[in-house]
């Protein structure tokens, strides 16, 4: 499928919106138990399945391939839009058609890799980094993962709805109420616990939405008489294994240097907006915390990456050890609210990430109301993490999302 680079752009900023509330009608936690039952039991699995966007006048857009063809122990084929990978005879490979490339890797024991494995190449780029693959890597964890349940309850709260009519027959629903992302909603065959359709929805503030819809097509539970693992590849295609050992260099040389210029220098000073608990704000300058070591953490309610890092932050803050007299300021770089005041927007943000603010230790919710605070220290991306020792020398930063062994490593030696 070829969407636009208009509505390309529409759905990444759909991925970050906040989906409206909406009543549900009971906890789904036993029908999600059910579900990890029944695909990981599953001798085989096969389906043809069908992704595409639907506009906020319920138009369908042009259908895309996304199809999966699995049989326990050890094989697996999958095509999406562009790309292709099978698993068979200890050895997986990947095609990708855009780049006219191949790659094939070699699997280091019999046991077929999970989900979250996979995802870390070519085919999660490709399945992640768009609304329309979501649906596909959802069952290939249901498929792989040993505890896909608890990967699934870990994106969101996992509630039950009405059935619905759809395609002739009655289906179950179970919906994902993702913080912050689209909910992921299941419709699956109360008889066989198979699923059977995917949403991937949210719904912006003037009730218009464009949604993601994946349908299975005819689902088969028994290997393919003549299932070929084998891929097709077109002649012409090079081997991506030499831009895999350039990018390699280059992320080791990178590692070789400096993460940011601001490392062992003196940090800048810049006014904030600090946000109480009733959500009124007073002005302040981030100079008002030398004299102690600082941790100040840059993110946005908008930001993906950001909920995925906050748990490794919090649970560094929550361990420190008695004596610290590390501040913490959590410096939002939200500059505008969809509704009501831009302090209260924040601090609903950051609750609905999982982070209360309350239970940590000499915490503060700032905002970098000006943007002068992520211009000076060159916040190209977030989350972004800086660690400030006594004398307001900046000791460590840190781009993405930061483990807390890493954390609590850069703050024991600060002095």
């Known amino acids: 499928m070829r969407i636009t680079p208009s509505a390309l752009i529409y759905l990444s900023i759909l991925a970050f919106q906040i989906p409206s509330n909406q009543v549900f009608c009971a906890d789904g936690t036993a029908e999600l138990s059910r579900i990890e039952k029944t695909y990981g039991t599953l001798k085989a699995y096969g389906d043809h399945g069908l992704v595409r966007v639907i506009s906020a006048e319920s138009k369908p857009g042009t259908a895309q391939q996304s199809e999966s063809e699995f049989v326990r122990p050890g094989n697996l084929k999958v095509s999406a839009d562009d790309i292709r990978l099978s698993i068979s005879d200890k050895k997986i490979v990947t095609v990708l058609d855009t780049l006219r490339t191949t790659r094939t890797d070699n699997l280091a024991s019999e046991k077929m890799p999970q989900a979250s494995e996979l995802l870390v190449g070519p085919l999660g780029a490709a399945l992640l980094g768009s609304p ?66 995917i949403d991937v929805r949210s719904e912006d503030v003037s009730q218009k939405s464009l949604s993601v819809q994946w349908e299975s097509g005819v689902i088969r539970t028994e290997p393919a008489p003549k299932t070929s693992w084998s891929l097709d590849i077109p002649a012409g295609y090079s081997s991506v294994d030499r831009k895999v050992a350039e990018f390699q260099k280059a992320a080791i040389a990178k590692k070789q240097k400096p993460e940011s210029s601001l490392v062992g220098k003196a940090l800048p000073d810049f006014p904030i907006e600090l946000i109480a608990s009733d959500g009124k704000t007073k002005s302040a300058k981030i100079s008002d915390y030398r004299g102690k070591p600082l941790l100040i953490d840059l993110w946005a309610t908008w930001c993906g990456p950001c909920r995925k890092a906050f748990p490794e932050l919090t649970q560094t803050l929550a361990t420190l050890d008695d004596k610290s007299d590390l501040q913490t300021v959590l410096l939002s770089i939200d500059q505008k609210a969809e509704e009501g005041s831009i302090s209260d927007h924040v601090r609903k943000g950051l609750k609905q990430m999982g982070v209360e603010i309350e239970k940590l230790p000499r915490t503060s919710l700032a905002l970098d109301k000006t943007g002068a605070g992520s211009k000076l220290l060159g916040a190209d991306a977030i989350p972004m993490t800086i660690i400030v020792d006594k004398a307001g020398i900046v000791r460590a930063v840190h781009i993405g999302i930061t483990p807390a062994t890493t954390l609590r490593k850069d703050l024991a030696g600060l002095k």
């Open 132 to 197: 329309l693959g979501q649906p596909q890597a959802i069952i290939l964890h249901l498929l792989l993962d040993e505890k896909p349940a608890s990967w699934i309850a870990r994106e969101g709260e996992v509630t039950s709805e009405k059935p619905q009519e759809w395609s002739g027959k009655s289906w179950n629903l179970l919906r994902v109420n993702r913080p912050l992302r689209p909910d992921w909603i299941f419709w699956y065959d109360a008889k066989t616990g198979l699923i059977g359709r």
